[in-house]
């Protein structure tokens, strides 16, 4: 079983021993890289490179630079889709995004972790569970989501939280670690 195999069935991998998967970061790095460069007001030019990164996008998005991500391949961008600066998405499995989903400055979304145990962890080994997020979410800045973590549909992220279990639909919720704290308002 290849490394890749492994990430994609949730057993923990090596991804500095698998070539393959070395060579997909150097090709998504430099993407990123042409990208983060691209002038601002080449907009043609910055959304191809956006859906040569990505693996499906909606017809609207915008994603401001600068941005990175692991691999590319494994990011799924909903109809609508807004990003400010500096998104990072680590996305070793899928990282799925609703439409109408607006993230903040210096946000993160990572699908990696690594095992508590110091022999593993020292050994590169490593783990993956996917993150999605549902139709109409709004991240605040600076809010981190951590692997495995599913957000409902109309849900509010506030600003400086730190995503680490599922958040049902139609809430609001922050703090870290991130929670609840009520219904969404919907007349204002």
């Known amino acids: 079983m290849t490394e890749k195999e492994k990430c994609h069935q949730g057993l923990l991998y090596d991804a500095n ?10 090709r998504v ?21 956006i ?21 590319g391949y494994n990011i799924e961008l909903g109809e609508n889709f807004y990003s ?7 996305d070793c499995v899928t990282v799925k995004f609703g439409d109408n989903v607006f993230i903040g400055p210096n946000c993160g979304f990572y699908t990696a972790g690594h095992p508590e145990d110091v022999t593993q962890r020292n050994a590169g080994l490593e783990y993956a569970r996917p993150i999605t997020v549902g139709n109409n979410v709004w991240f605040g800045g600076n809010v981190v989501v951590l692997p495995g973590v599913t957000i409902g ?17 139609g809430v609001l919720a922050v703090g870290n670690p991130c929670k609840p704290i009520r219904e969404v308002k919907q007349d204002r």
């Open 84 to 90: 400010n600066h500096n998104l990072v998405i680590l």
């Open 51 to 71: 859906r040569k990164i990505v693996s499906r996008s909606g017809n609207s998005f915008l994603v401001e630079q600068p941005f990175w991500c692991d691999y």
């Open 17 to 26: 021993f698998d070539e393959d998967l070395r060579n997909d970061r150097i």
């Open 153 to 169: 549909d109309n849900a509010i992220i506030g600003a400086g939280s730190v995503v680490t279990k599922d958040i049902p639909a």
């Open 29 to 49: 790095k430099e993407l990123c890289q042409e990208y983060n460069e691209t002038r601002y007001a080449d907009t043609a030019k910055r959304s191809d490179l």
